[in-house]
């Protein structure tokens, strides 16, 4: 079926930018109210410009050939355009220019948008976002040589069975030094980074369809992992042999009672600590991975561990709030931590964000509103997914809700007599 186009050229000069009077002329394709602007590599005195008949004035020799010029570039634009329409393809004032410049974006690759998409984040996204990235990028190549037996294909050979084979392929792959294959959700996850690089080859135009419009995500519900009040406990006090152990743990404790992630921990500074509303010591730093302004009143228990290390040589000489170590060698330490108290769960050191949503705030009755917005989180949806509401706080929630009752129950008997 055919799809009427409104389509026109239009010629004009970049004045603004004119040196010595002369400026760069340009033809204007729109195809259907958008644009795109093509340089002729050709130069006009702006004085000879005739903004009404868009031609350069006079008879001389100079301003005929940019006149003829003018007057075949409308002829090959028009020429591209029929062709187009002809072939029944999918116009865009893009793919018009594309094929003037002979850059066709039939021709443009899935290696193509993966640079590109590289280059746009490199300076907009958390390192561990791109890291992220860049782990998907790996197993999208190592999915073309295997699968496909090439190293690159064209993005409009993208289809719905590509997306279905890619996952196919993650689901049956076996990461490195992992003894079982990935998980669904990690798949889902490499799946949804290969969407967003997709849809941005789309709004470029350099497809005329998204080969996922018809894909949804399945996650499967999970549970995360935390610390119980009693091994809170344990882990708070038991007697460590050694400093580095000791160090980490306070960490840690410091993540439970705070909230603040590892990444944004280590970025920590005396200038990250002001007075709340309530006259008590905040900590106000921002996500590194969102970005999102987040504010923590200090209990007590993170006074103390900030207070511990106010002196110590690391914190002095990094100028940071904790001593810091790397990630590896944290996660590290808290199974040879994990070991030693007698934890039995695989302890990271997210794990501990997870135990200040449940064990410390939502168990202890604060609302999860509150505890959405100390975790920065924007979206509820995403805090009832950390922090679960616990079976001790249903249990107690449902004895108050029976005491409530009878009590009413009393009053009722009463005022009966």
Same mark, same amino acid.
């Given at each position: ?132 990235? /860049? ?86 519900? +999970? ?13 708070? +006090? ?20 705070? /909230? ?115 975790? /920065? ?41």
């Amino acid at each position: 079926m055919k799809t009427s186009h409104t389509f026109s050229i239009l010629f004009w000069i970049n004045s603004s930018r004119a040196t010595k009077g002369n400026a760069e002329l340009f033809a204007r394709v729109t195809v259907n109210g958008k644009r795109a602007n093509i340089g002729l590599k050709r130069k006009v005195p702006i004085s000879q410009w005739d903004s009404k008949t868009k031609k350069v004035s006079g008879t001389g020799v100079p301003s005929k050939q940019i006149n003829n010029h003018i007057e075949q570039v409308r002829a090959r634009l028009y020429d591209i355009y029929q062709e187009l329409k002809y072939k029944d393809e999918f116009i865009t004032a893009q793919l018009i220019k594309a094929k003037y410049n002979g850059e066709d974006d039939n021709s443009k690759t899935l290696q193509e948008i993966l640079k590109y998409h590289n280059r746009k984040i490199e300076k907009t996204l958390a390192p561990g976002t791109i890291r992220n990235f /860049g782990i998907s990028e790996n197993y999208i190549n190592r999915f073309l040589q295997k699968k496909l037996k090439t190293s690159d294909i064209y993005l409009r050979k993208l289809d719905y069975k590509f997306i279905s084979d890619f996952e196919t392929f993650l689901a049956g792959y076996y990461p490195a030094g992992h003894p079982k294959a990935m998980g669904n959700n990690t798949v889902m996850k490499h799946l949804q980074r290969l969407k967003k690089i997709i849809t941005l080859a789309y709004h470029l135009e350099w497809i005329d369809k998204d080969p996922f419009i018809r894909w949804k995500p399945t996650y499967e519900s +999970t549970q995360r992992e935390f610390l119980s009040s009693n091994e809170l406990s344990n882990l708070e +006090t038991y007697p460590l042999p050694l400093e580095r152990l000791d160090r980490v743990r306070d960490l840690f404790v410091f993540s439970c009672y705070t /909230g603040i992630s590892y990444a944004d921990i280590i970025k920590l500074t005396s200038d990250n600590i002001v007075l709340g509303i309530d006259g008590s010591r905040w900590i106000v730093t921002k996500r590194q991975k969102t970005k999102v302004p987040v504010k923590v009143p200090l209990l007590d228990k993170a006074e103390i561990i900030i207070e511990k290390y106010s002196e110590h040589p690391v914190t002095l000489i990094s100028e940071t709030l904790l001593p810091v170590l790397t990630n590896e060698k944290i996660n590290l330490y808290l199974k040879e931590i994990a070991d030693a108290v007698g934890i039995k769960k695989n302890l990271t050191f997210h794990m501990a964000r997870h135990t200040f949503a449940t064990t410390v705030t939502l168990s202890n009755g604060v609302p999860i509103e509150t505890v959405s917005k100390l975790l /920065g989180h924007t979206k509820l949806a995403t805090t009832q997914i950390y922090a679960r509401v616990l079976d001790k706080k249903i249990s107690a929630d449902m004895n108050n809700l029976r005491q409530k009752l009878n009590h009413k129950k009393e009053e009722q008997k009463v005022s009966s007599n």
